[in-house]
């Protein structure tokens, strides 16, 4: 079956929280994505594959240059077939389409082969502040 990728897609509240929990391993939430999407968002990448929500990243922008991805996400059933990788490249094309020039993302150390290798990230230097 084919996976289709849609940027800022029609995706609904009870998917995505599903698809959250399943894939960051967590009872499912009651998050108003909706909301926080139009809010704060440059725009989101949905996977589709028959219907269903099967992956999604989002892109936050300070306005101006940055891009940021947040909560890079694909349904465990759907790893490893390069899914998160055109999660990515998608949402890289429509950043620099709305004039970004950087696009950042943190991670934690086992996605590291996934961001640089598959996905093209360059090591940097970064700072965080844990609040």
């Given at each position: 079956?084919t996976?289709?990728?849609?940027w ?20 499912v ?40 991805l ?12 390069g ?8 949402a ?30 360059k ?7 844990a609040?």
């Amino acid at each position: 079956m084919t996976i289709n990728y849609e940027w800022r897609g029609d995706v609904d509240n009870a998917s995505l929280n599903a698809l959250h929990a399943d894939g960051f391993g967590h009872p499912v939430t009651q998050a108003d994505w909706r909301t926080r999407l139009q809010r704060h968002s440059l725009g989101w990448v949905c996977a589709w594959k028959g219907g269903s929500l099967i992956g999604f990243v989002n892109v936050v922008s300070d306005g101006g240059a940055h891009a940021f991805l947040l909560d890079t996400v694909v349904a465990q059933h759907c790893r490893s077939r390069g899914v998160g990788a055109a999660l990515v490249a998608t949402a890289a094309e429509e950043a620099r389409a709305a004039k970004c020039e950087w696009l950042h993302v943190d991670f934690e150390e086992h996605l590291r082969s996934f961001y640089f290798d598959a996905c093209g990230f360059k090591e940097t230097t970064a700072g965080l502040i844990a609040l």
